[in-house]
């Protein structure tokens, strides 16, 4: 019960700058608490959450994946190609996408593993290598997928909340049990947190390694999908920077960069902090400078909050 | 002031708490040209009195005075400048920068605002002929130069500045004999100058060596202080302990099982050259030799976790291909590695998580059995804790010890590998280590101690082997050992190369 309690701490501080900034943009704006900008957020999540919960994980381990946008796009390239050049059905060519996810994710932690090469440069190779592979997949152009998979997208029985969004709550879910409850996660936290130690317990890291650059990889081939569905199109461009927002999200959600220590139901509210900030600039009519000033000094001011309520309470 | 004209230190009613108190209501006088030796239990409030002084830590409250005057550092270098210098336990060298760079970083000399590199030069060779390192070139890089050496440029570092009280704490736990020996005519040298001392170390043949007077200190206070000459060592034991103990029970006979682990030809790199040994279920092997003789490597290789250029490994008749450190528990294998910070803790995690490490299995975490293991773990190795939640970092060093030993407790382990198993730790938990051993020896486990304390090996094992320059030079029985023998032994590898 005490360590609920502490648990349910650690998500307040975070629940509470979220509704700091609802309570902002509604007294800002008088369209922003309405149905329409909720759909509009709820709708923008499920790509960034599940590529930031595959982030979480890496930077559990002590690592980076660089990569996931591009490979985002590869997995979306992929998609649209099979579904629409191929003809292939909608669930082969879904599991194709997130298959090529885990195959870039199980080449970043294969090669960081074994060559020993830090996960930064493994995964910066290939973030380059993913996104040109995405425009040769679709010779360049974007893919327009005419409706093959809405489903995703649209509202499930005229509530606010679509499939893909209960996707990525879902994922979220999992990946947070994972990591308090299943052995491989508290493998994670101890390979983040000193790898030489974990090694000379007799903790074998590399496949675990392996296994959280893949998960990434496959979170990224899943984001892939939902994007795909949301944009009604595949597009070799998509995903630029994501690595970026993901990064953000789970370092607001007070993720360490050094490793060992995170939680993916902080990175989620991290994710839900960034998409009410775009949605309410947006909505007050801020321009795109604007909100990118905004959204960075968000940030930095997340984690340095962050820094002092644990020095208050130690 | 009351205090005697010859007092260069006086401390009054000193009081530091972090989560608990640390000193309380502490005094000390140290005279001057004086060396003044502190013990105590790990936990006692020695280091941190060393911390307070050199101004790396503030005080909550008392009185310190220097030769009369108020010293009240609030950060190291204004120490220092009041002639106050710490020599820090842990290395504070930055190691891709020059040993001259190192040694200067301060007060680097300059011309226009360029380094002067040859001034930094001449500055940094006296330095080092001070302390023993005059053949050493000021411009190679820190890293290249071994611990000990690393040390006694930290110790160059404190001399080139005016030294009214210097500060070492454990400061010969990485140092060979002979940089103790350089280590220890310094101390001299500077005492015969009028400088004060204070000396913190567990080994009580140095403090008698070197020291005149000894504190002793437990649980933040000062319960005694002696001339070291009066001073006995089961006095002062039981002065840290509170309580009398036996510091080196005599050794018990054991029935030997079956050999557990043996090694046959290893080689692993230039460190260890065609090593053999067997160690029978229920004994304990002793592995002695000087400091580089090869036996962290020794461990490290039959380990998995450096890479073994030959020979064979069996455990219980069974041979082995150990590639990587899994595939050594696996085969009943357990390592206390030399290193406890570096290789053995996850220092912010809690006490459960390192304590069950080890025993990580199946699919999904059983916290309730991680629970009640680490419950039975901190009670049978009395492990002072507040919860098994508290982050490791924040016991002791005999305490964080205790946790990496018996973490091997819970996997089935046959062989225990253990490489300097008390450094840095105190005499209580020392004691709780020899005797949980004993124990796990009593119940059929083989133990392999590396240890650079001869008292220890020869209390605790049944057989010791000496490893001079990377190959094991002879074993011994107990009826065959004397210091003097194990000591010749360790050098033999040295006269014959």
Known sequence: ?314 | MSSAPDTFLHVRGLNKSFAAPVLRDFDLTVRVAEVHALVGANGAGKSTLARILAGLLSRDAGEITLLGQPHEPRFRRQAQAAGVTLMLQELNVLPTLSIAENLFLHALPSRFGLVDRQALRAKARAALARVGLGHLDPDTPAAALGVGQQQLVELAAALAEKCRLLILDEPTAALTARETETLFKNIQQLQQQGVSVIYISHRMDELRRICDRVSVLRDGQRVATLPMAEASTPELVKLMAGREMPTHPAPRQRQPGAVALSVQQLCAGAAVQDVSFEVRGGEILGISGLVGAGRTETLRAIFGADRCDGGSITIQGRATNIRQPSDAVAAGLALVPEDRKQHGLLLPQSIRVNGTLAALKNIFIRRDDETSATARLVERLAVKCNSAEQAVSTLSGGNQQKIVIGRWLLPDSKVLLLDEPTRGVDVPAKEAIYKLLRELADDGKAIVIVSSELPELMALCDRIAVMSAGRIVREFLPHEWTPEKLTEAAFRGHLTA
């Open chain 1, 1 to 314: 019960m005490k360590k609920f309690l502490h648990r349910f701490r650690d998500y307040a501080a975070l629940v509470l700058i979220l509704v700091a900034l609802v309570a902002l943009f509604g007294s800002l704006s008088n369209h922003f608490l309405t149905a329409a900008t909720f759909n509009s957020v709820a709708n923008r999540i499920p790509t960034l959450t599940l590529v930031a919960t595959g982030m979480t994980l890496v930077l559990i381990i002590g690592g980076i994946d660089l990569s996931v946008g591009s490979v985002l796009a590869l997995a979306a390239a992929v998609l649209g190609v099979l579904l629409v050049d191929w003809h292939w059905p909608l669930l082969l060519s879904a599991l194709a996408a997130v298959a090529v996810g885990v195959a870039a994710g199980f080449f970043n932690g294969f090669v960081c593993v074994k060559l020993r090469v830090p996960s930064f440069i493994v995964t910066l190779g290939t973030l380059e290598m993913a996104r040109g592979l995405a425009y040769l997949t679709t010779n360049s152009q974007t893919k327009y997928l005419a409706g093959k998979v809405d489903a995703l997208a649209q509202p499930i029985a005229g509530l606010p909340i679509t499939p893909a969004t209960l996707l990525a709550v879902l994922v979220v879910v999992a990946a947070q049990f994972m990591l308090s409850r299943a052995v491989i996660g508290r493998k994670m936290i101890a390979i983040g947190t000193n790898e030489a130690a974990t090694r000379l317990a007799g903790i074998a890291t590399a496949p675990v390694k392996v296994f959280v650059f893949a998960t990434a990889g496959a979170l990224a081939g899943l984001g892939a999908i939902c994007q795909s569905a949301r944009l009604g199109a595949s597009d070799p461009n998509g995903g630029v920077g994501l690595e970026l927002s993901a990064i953000a999200a789970a370092v607001i959600g007070g993720t360490s960069l050094s490793g060992g220590k995170g939680s993916v139901v902080c990175t989620f509210i991290g994710v839900l902090i960034i998409a009410t900030l775009e949605a309410g600039l947006a909505q007050i009519g801020a321009s795109e400078p604007v909100k990118r000033l905004v959204t960075g000094a968000v940030i930095v001011l997340a984690v340095v909050a962050d820094g002092l309520r644990k020095k208050s309470q130690s």
